[in-house]
């Protein structure tokens, strides 16, 4: 028989309570949630902004994050999950996490697709241990007409990411400093 002091049954019950926090995806529905909002994300896209099925057909791959919530007061944060999509077909899960500081207060939501335009920065993003969106990327922004828009620069570009849906009080929206990682949901 086992005897157990306070002090070691405490400590016992906070790791079965920091453990039954943690999930390791086996059994969950994580990956059908994913997948349900990431199919609505891309019927928005491509209504609200029919110019962007074009982008989608002509890319190797798409990177959708239906939801990427941030928030900051000096420093911020935010974190989103998605998954990759190749020719329609989701072949893995991804979160991004981002941090900032600097002047910055408010919180706010948006939505983010990342075009693949090439079979090389496709295949770079999927091999590498962890991605960040840096010098690679260009943005395609709304334009006056409330369409997205890419033109020849973002055409030509390894990697388009498309931001839209985005509500909140924060000023703008970037993906400057955002590392993407693969998940099991």
């Known amino acids: 028989m086992t005897n157990f002091t306070r002090r070691g049954f405490s400590l016992a019950l906070a790791g079965a309570g920091l453990t039954a926090a943690c999930s390791n ?27 962007t099925r074009d982008l ?43 941090g900032s500081f600097g002047l910055q207060i408010g919180a706010q939501q948006f939505a983010h697709v990342l075009f693949f335009m090439t079979e090389q920065s496709l295949m770079r993003f999927r091999h590498s241990s962890g991605w960040a969106a840096g010098a690679d990327v260009e943005y395609a ?30 000023a703008g929206a970037t993906l400057e400093g955002v590392k993407y990682t693969r998940i099991i949901p």
């Open 56 to 98: 989608a057909e002509k890319s190797n791959g798409q990177l959708v994050m239906p939801l990427i919530t941030e928030a900051g007061f000096g420093i911020g944060g935010g974190y989103g999950r998605g998954a990759l999509r190749v020719d329609g077909v989701t072949v893995d899960y991804y979160s991004a996490t981002k």
């Open 141 to 170: 922004l709304n334009d006056q007409g409330g369409n997205l828009r890419a033109d020849t620069t973002t055409a030509t570009s390894p990697v388009v990411a498309l931001i839209f849906g985005q509500a909140g009080l924060m």
């Open 25 to 51: 995806g086996v059994g969950a529905n994580g990956a059908p949630k994913i997948d349900a909002r990431v199919d609505k994300t891309l019927n928005y896209l491509y209504s609200r902004y029919p110019n």
